[in-house]
């Protein structure tokens, strides 16, 4: 059968087609920012970074995502990508050689500058990600993402690559997957035309180096609760100035550590 002219779509062109959509070659969209994503899972992205608005800015090409298997780099028949640890002890390591070959061929046509493209390893023991971060990457033109599972990684492969290891928390997941799914929907949100509101970013805890203020809703009374007054008073001024002292007073109470940084910038 012959297949129907193309029409254009945004900033691909769409044509219908005989072929599964699984089957076809994942749409790279020239100049969007691109996250590169080494991973044993290649499959649990998009996950949720597929859902809501950072799931229409993907298919609309604001940004593009390309998981890099692991699997294929392998050693032997079976593809090994790990081996137990050296100096004994539980579990496995992935190998310095099977993961340099990846990120080799997850680095092909990126910027060597890693202002330009950062290389980032997962790791419960990097830097804690934070707004500052995301800001930073969401500048750059993309970035690469290494996942590690099991014990994690040849120290030496990491020492290679000038890896930046960034952590999502003070605790221990099983794999990186799901740190690069949280640090890239932080990121990705901060490109023009993602949200379709830039305002909502400005204005978002963090962004100010304050939390943000309490929100409200429709219904005006709930279990006895009301919306505060100075909210649908009509007053833009005196909404702006009570989320201004909410947003303090919530940093305050709960961040000691982001007021003192807040209080030493502004003054
Ligand atoms: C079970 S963890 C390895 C933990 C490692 N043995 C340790 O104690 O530091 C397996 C992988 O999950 C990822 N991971 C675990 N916790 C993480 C965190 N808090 N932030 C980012 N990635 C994490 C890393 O990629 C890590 O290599």
Known sequence: MDEK??????????????????????????GAWTARIVTLFPDAFPGTLGLSLTGKALDAGLWALEPVDLRPFGEGKHRNVDDTPAGGGAGMVLRADVVDRALSAA?????????????????????????????????????????????????????????????????????GEIAAQAMIDATVRLIPGVLGNQASTEEESFSDGLLEHPQYTRPQVWEGREIPAVLTGGNHGEVAKWRRAEAERLTRERRPDLWDRWLRTKG
């Open 5 to 30: 002219p193309p029409k254009s779509h945004g900033r691909y062109r769409i044509a219908a087609s005989l072929k599964p959509r699984d089957l076809m070659e994942p749409q790279s969209v020239r």
């Open 107 to 175: 680095s092909v046509a990126t910027p060597v500058d890693r202002a330009r493209w950062p290389v980032v390893y997962l790791s419960p023991r990097g830097r804690p990600f934070d707004q500052a971060t995301a800001r930073r990457w969401a500048a750059a033109e993309g970035m690469t993402l290494l996942c590690g599972r099991f014990e994690g990684v040849d120290q030496r492969v990491l020492d290679h690559w000038r890896i930046e290891e960034v952590s999502l928390g003070d605790f221990v997941l099983t794999g």
